[in-house]
């Protein structure tokens, strides 16, 4: 999103972030929640697969952190080097919210709607893309975007986890006040997505493609789904679809800077 319309394809430190952020910070963020989540994910039809991630076994999980710090230790100082205190903090901030999600007692992933609320840990990655790449600052609309975004991302996500998280114990806002009213506020979140793209951002576009995620989300509730479980062929072809809208979307954004 900072990126729009920079040509960086050629520059060294537009692909060293990139990498560092689809690795070893990716790793760390999933990878330590696939440590705390070791006992519901047994119960998580979805789970073990390319689509929704890794079900290891405590011996594969138990070898994680040694993994996830020696990725870090080789990457992390390049970046302080070039970018100095302020991408520490950045790494800092992400370590925190990872632990305030995944810790053992009292951890936020089980405290609705605090869960929700984390999600918006994931627009660090905005100021950290700035830092890397020298780029000028975004919007508090795009900052609101991609919060709500990433909040009606992790939602969706707990729609289809519901019955594997009631069996693990698992408290979530989708546990909590039902598959219905989970649905119903992904809509609200999606609504708001949609406002601030056709009106604040005036981009008619990318506000439409949300016009229809709209629709078919009031379809699903109300005419075809309603509160039933999701098969997991079904699972999957809604992460294939959203996964190529998502990359249709990203590079939209990029070329047409509707977002900066």
């Known amino acids: 999103m900072p990126l729009s319309g920079m ?9 060293f972030g990139l990498f560092y952020v689809c690795f070893p910070l990716n790793f760390m ?3 330590w929640n696939d440590m705390a989540d070791y006992e519901v994910d047994q119960f998580n039809p979805r789970k073990d ?3 929704f991630g890794a079900k290891g076994t405590k011996e594969q999980l138990s070898e994680l952190p040694l993994w996830i710090a020696l ?10 080097s070039k970018n100095g205190l302020y991408i520490l903090l950045l790494f800092l901030l992400f370590c925190l919210c990872n632990f305030l999600y995944n810790k053992e007692k009292n951890g936020w992933r089980t405290r609705p709607p605090l869960e929700l609320f984390i999600q918006f840990a994931y627009v660090l990655v905005v100021p950290m ?7 000028t600052a975004v919007s508090w609309a795009a900052y609101a975007y991609l919060g709500l975004f990433s909040m009606q991302s992790h939602l969706i996500g707990e729609v289809m986890d519901i019955e594997a998280d009631k069996k693990g114990g698992r408290q979530t806002t989708a ?6 009213k989970t649905k119903l506020l992904i809509i609200l979140v999606v609504f708001l997505e949609t406002m601030l793209l056709l009106f604040h951002f005036k981009d008619y576009i990318f506000g439409g493609m949300l016009v229809l995620a709209f629709i078919w989300l009031l379809l699903d509730l109300f005419l075809i789904y309603k509160t039933q479980i999701y098969t997991l062929n079904q699972m999957k072809l809604f992460a294939v679809l959203s996964n ?10 990029w070329y047409s800077g509707c977002l900066g």
């Open 175 to 180: 546990t909590v006040i039902g598959m219905r």
């Open 71 to 80: 990725s870090q230790l080789f990457l992390l100082p390049l970046l302080f």
């Open 7 to 15: 040509n960086l394809l050629d520059e060294y430190n537009f692909w």
């Open 29 to 31: 963020v999933y990878g």
């Open 244 to 253: 190529v809208l998502a990359l249709l979307s990203m590079g939209y954004v």
């Open 129 to 135: 893309s700035m830092l890397i790449n020298d780029a």
């Open 49 to 51: 697969s390319f689509l």
